[in-house]
């Protein structure tokens, strides 16, 4: 799929506006043209950037509750999905105050240039949320190609306190990585196929208890 039709398939699922492609297409320069030294995003999905980093990360934006006051994106690399929700937010005067959380201070620092390029206001953190002691207290949490399910399950049992929803990106083994998690978490989820990929999944945590 050529590039023209990746935006119109994105516009399509989206409905945002013009000026909003703008901003993408803005931000798809930035990212190509850095991606070259600081290796954001493997070279063979640039060409279906659009499909692959724009709409997967897009697709949860439908889902996200109206009285969402706030969301971290606790990996996010060049900024997927947080970054794409958070200029889908201001497409929609959503009014969320969004968070990112990087280990890498190069990429941080690219982050924060097309943060200021786009003027998104987002608050942007160099930090491993692994070793970070700062609680999570945002009503969202999100991961997109992050660690495993265990490994975040376990996270957020430590660290998130008064969180409402936790969206999680899971790939090919994610209905595996389901399974095995269910036997030691009870976990209250809604699961949806991926719009990109029939071999994806999103889950919608709404409880988490260990078992």
Known sequence: MGESDQIDTFTRFTRVSRETITSLKKYEEMLIKANESLNLIGKSTIPQLWIRHYLDSAQVIDFIDKNTNSMIDIGTGAGFPGLVLAILSKDRNMGINIKLVEKSKKKTKFLEKVNDELKLNVKIFNENIFEDKKKIVDDLIIARAFKPLQIILELI???????????????????????????????????????????????????????
């Open 157 to 211: 049992h430590k660290k998130a306190e008064n969180w409402k929803k936790i969206f999680i990106f899971l790939g090919k083994s994610g209905k595996q990585e389901l399974l095995q998690a269910s036997k030691s978490w009870d976990i209250e989820y809604k699961q949806r196929m991926s719009v990109t990929s029939s071999d994806s999944l999103i889950i919608e945590i709404s409880e988490l208890k260990k078992k």
